[in-house]
Nanobody
Framework: QVQLVESGGGLVQAGGSLRLSCSAS????????MSWYRQAPGKERELVAF???????DYPSSVKGRFSISRDDAQNTVSLQMNNLKSEDTAVYYC?????????WGQGTQVTVSS
């Protein structure tokens, strides 16, 4: 069982930045790919970034060039740096850890971007 706790959400103006952090209760290396998802009201949850144990990252086109994910395996944390935020980035952001046998979710943190 992995407990994930997100922090860093809040209210920001369009064009601003936020940094989300996710702390895991156990070692995330080498078993877990760590990801950030988001869910806006009335929409499905969508992947916004992932980082594998080997350090490979990827992003959908909607956030590529603006968001950056990183992991610190010594601290068992994963972060999401979000720059040039847009109103459409408003959502609850969830941390996710996934191995070959299990998936865990955090409770989510709200990000609101005002235009």
């Amino acid at each position: 069982q992995v407990q994930l706790v997100e922090s860093g959400g809040g209210l920001v103006q369009a064009g601003g930045s936020l940094r989300l952090s996710c702390s895991a209760s156990t070692n995330i290396y080498p078993y877990y790919t760590m990801s950030w998802y988001r869910q806006a009201p009335g929409k499905e949850r969508e992947l916004v970034a992932f980082v594998t144990a080997g350090g490979t990252t990827d992003y959908p086109s909607s956030v590529k060039g603006r968001f950056s994910i990183s992991r610190d395996d010594a601290q068992n944390t994963v972060s999401l740096q979000m720059n040039n935020l847009k109103s459409e980035d408003t959502a609850v952001y969830y941390c996710n850890s996934k191995s070959s046998t299990s998936t865990f979710w955090g409770q989510g943190t709200q990000v609101t971007v005002s235009s």
